[in-house]
């Protein structure tokens, strides 16, 4: 099994930036993806981007240029830096990572973009 808590999230203002950190444990040699989801009140939760262990990044059309994500796998751990932050992008984030158990999501990190 491997278990993921995030942290980071928070409120922020319109083009500002907050990085996101998603700390994993347990079985963790078995990871082969990890990336980063959100859901927004009233719609269904997306992709965000996703980091595989290649270093191949992918990203939703929505945030490229804006956000990074990157792995530290000596720490394992994954992070999403976020820049020029938009009030759409307002959301629960979930950290996520696919594994030989299958898939295994963090417990959510709220981010607030607002004036």
């Known amino acids: 099994q491997v278990q993921l808590v995030e942290s980071g999230g928070g409120l922020v203002q319109p083009g500002g930036s907050l990085r996101l950190s998603c700390a994993a444990s347990g079985s963790i040699f078995s990871i082969y993806t990890m990336g980063w989801y959100r859901q927004a009140p009233g719609k269904q939760r997306e992709l965000v981007a996703t980091c595989h262990n290649g270093g191949t990044t992918h990203y939703a059309d929505s945030v490229k240029g804006r956000f990074t994500i990157s792995r530290d796998n000596a720490k394992n751990t994954v992070y999403l830096q976020m820049n020029s932050l938009k009030p759409e992008d307002t959301a629960v984030y979930y950290c996520?990572?696919?594994?030989?158990?299958?898939?295994?999501w963090g417990q959510g990190t709220q981010v607030t973009v607002s004036s």
């Open positions: 996520n990572a696919g594994s030989g158990y299958g898939s295994s």
